[in-house]
């Protein structure tokens, strides 16, 4: 009789024994499928809420500020500036999704009465531009201060298009589609009044009103009539280009660029100092993760913990699959005996041992897997249930959002039963160590 149908007789008699080392085997897969499905989950889940929160840094030239002969503060013009061979240059460091440059500026419109402000008068009509390659990602649409409640935010392709508030479009009934004429402006002071420093026109911008947004925040002080935020135009680059109050490529306001993983931030920002095209002497930096600081510990601590439990379950895991199957193989020390006496050698034995072993652990490891698609399933719901909620599907792996976060690809799943089919096998040869090392009178003599 060979070695393998002693296993198969065994494992069919002994159906008590059999069952438990299925069992044991059975719930050992089961958690560590879901262990490590939540630890994928934990590595997924943390990559999508960075990226669902961002993060940017801005690169402006400094401002001089001087103090004249009557004690004022005085803002000094401005003569540096960003060129975009310079953002090329940062676009190319990698792990950059987009930049956007902003340039400012005030026009007058000869069809267009700005909300008055203080100290307002018809040199003072007049708004502040703001353009810029895409208007979603100005600061008061980040921040929430503003948001668009008709049309279409300005994107990249966009040309000749302007957003305006809802008062400044009520004020001159104006609605999306509508098209106007606006020309360059200069605010100044003069004589205790705001006056306008090009009283020649010359430029000219045939403008289309692409979207309309709220303000959800009032100004809390006076200001002249182009620095309400009621009279901010957001407009697309080209704007101020034909006003003549910028040049295209060359960027005299700030330029904001976005990255997806903020942990990524950091990095970037030293590639981008490193940079020997930028004069630090006259330019900085500001950075911006959008909170993410303030989670990043807790996504840190949640990985952690689950590490340290999924290695507390392997190891319980393995010492009490090590106990079960040392008691299971010194309890065959007669049959052992014997069958050394029989003249079966010690291999053959042992590879009955193992063949026993391994034959009940792949089965329950079948078993094991498609039980684990139901409690992956289950834990799925109850852990990251209200995840489409929060992270949209732009925001979302393709991982997450084709099979869930818990989701273990074919190749994980293997390489977690070939690690429990070793630690099986290894049991059974170190607790089967013992009787081998006997002769057969030696184990009849301990029985006897």
């Not at 004020?171 to 006056?195: I, M, P, Q, R, W």
């Not at 709220?214 to 080209?238: F, H």
């Not at 869930?404 to 190749?411: A, H, N, Q, R, S």
């Not at 390489?415 to 009849?444: D, G, W, Y």
Request: contains cysteine; proline residues 2%.
């Amino acid at each position: 009789m060979n070695f393998a149908k002693m296993a198969f007789l065994h494992v069919s008699r002994k159906k008590g024994k059999t069952l438990g080392v299925f069992l044991l085997n059975f719930f050992a897969a089961v958690s560590l499928i879901s262990g490590f499905g939540v630890l994928n989950a934990s590595k997924m889940l943390s990559r999508d809420i960075r990226t669902s929160l961002g993060a940017a840094f801005c690169i402006r030239a400094k401002t001089g500020v001087s103090v004249n002969e009557a004690g004022e503060t005085e803002i000094m013009k401005n003569s540096v500036n960003i060129s975009q061979k310079t953002v090329n240059e940062i676009m190319e460091i990698g792990g950059i999704s987009c930049c956007n440059p902003i340039n400012y500026g005030f026009a007058k419109s000869g069809g267009v009465s700005f909300i008055p402000g203080d100290g307002h008068s018809a040199e003072s009509d007049m708004g502040s531009v703001t353009a810029l390659r895409f208007s979603s990602l100005a600061p008061d649409f980040a921040d929430k201060t503003a948001e668009l409640t008709a049309g279409n935010h300005i994107t990249e392709s966009d040309r000749g298009k302007i957003l305006i508030s809802e008062r400044l479009a009520d004020y001159n009934h104006l609605s999306v589609g509508d098209f106007v004429t606006l020309t360059h402006a200069k605010l100044g002071e003069l004589d205790g009044g705001y006056v306008d420093e090009i009283p020649v026109k010359t430029a000219f911008a045939r403008v289309e009103v692409a979207g309309i947004y709220r303000l959800n925040a009032e100004d809390a002080v006076p200001k002249p009539t182009a620095g309400l935020a009621e009279n901010v135009i957001y407009a697309s680059l080209d704007v101020l280009n034909e006003l003549n109050e910028s040049k295209p490529g060359i960027y005299t306001g700030e330029v904001d660029f976005y990255i997806n993983d903020p942990a990524g931030l950091e990095n970037a920002v030293r590639k981008v100092r490193a940079l020997p095209s930028i004069d630090w002497a006259t330019h900085f930096i500001r950075t911006n993760d959008f909170r993410y600081s303030q989670i990043a510990d807790g996504l840190a601590n949640l990985g952690g913990m689950t590490k340290i439990l999924l290695v507390c379950v392997s190891a319980a895991g393995a010492a009490v699959l090590v106990l079960i199957l040392t008691l299971c193989v010194r309890g065959r020390m007669r049959e052992a005996g014997i069958l050394l006496a029989a003249g079966i050698s010690k291999g053959e034995i042992l590879a009955q041992f193992l063949l026993e072993v391994l034959s009940v652990t792949a089965l329950a490891m079948i078993f094991a897997l498609a039980v684990s698609l139901s409690v992956s399933g289950i834990l799925e719901r109850r852990l990251f249930g209200g995840l489409p909620e929060i992270l949209n599907e732009k925001t979302m792996t393709k991982e997450a959002e084709c099979g869930g976060y818990m989701k273990l690809g074919g190749g994980k799943i293997f390489l977690i039963f070939l690690c429990q089919i070793f630690a099986a096998a290894a049991s059974t040869i170190a607790s089967s160590a013992a009787i081998m090392r006997l002769e057969p009178k030696e184990i009849l003599s301990k029985i006897g």
